[in-house]
């Protein structure tokens, strides 16, 4: 009988595509047992939420981002420039992620993808006040992780 441990060691052999002997002598296990896990293979999902696309501080991919003034002269570009760094940073470590987190087979998200009309702050925290195009930027967000399926919950 597998245990958990040697269940995650067959599990991160297979992801990593390593050889079946070798993941199970690396295991301590048959072949076999190697042979029908990689059969049924592991479900990998992505529970995800509160991108806020469309805020200065939500999930904003490169097209969307604002763009960085070199050399910033007055208070306001220096502001903007700490947006653009931070949408940037944001954007590198999200793909990042996926790329290590990938194949997705399945994204659940769990709401919050745009920010909305941002009425509480009168606007003044959004890239983008049409929310069309927050639905866009959340769209392109989505669809870098590649999900072989998704499931979405609304949020407020």
């Not at 690396?26 to 479900?43: H, K, R, W």
């Not at 994204?107 to 959004?126: A, P, Q």
């Amino acid at each position: 009988m597998l245990n958990k441990e040697k269940i995650h060691l067959i599990c991160g052999g297979l992801r990593l595509r390593m050889p079946h002997k070798h993941i199970a002598k690396m295991a301590g296990c048959g072949l076999t047992a190697v042979s029908s896990i990689s059969q049924t293979g592991p479900t990998r999902v992505l529970l995800w939420g509160d991108a806020h696309c469309g805020s200065n501080v939500g999930l904003t991919p490169p097209a969307y981002q604002t763009k960085y003034t070199p050399d910033p002269k007055t208070e306001e570009h220096r502001t903007l420039n700490k947006w653009a760094s931070l949408q940037k940073e944001c954007w590198d470590w999200y793909i990042h992620k996926l790329e290590i987190l990938k194949p997705i087979d399945k994204l659940f998200y769990l709401g919050d993808g745009i920010d909305g009309t941002g009425h509480r702050s009168g606007g003044t925290e959004l890239i983008y006040v049409d929310r069309k195009i927050q639905v866009r930027i959340a769209i392109e967000a989505l669809e870098a992780a590649e999900a072989k399926e998704m499931v979405m919950v609304y949020g407020t």
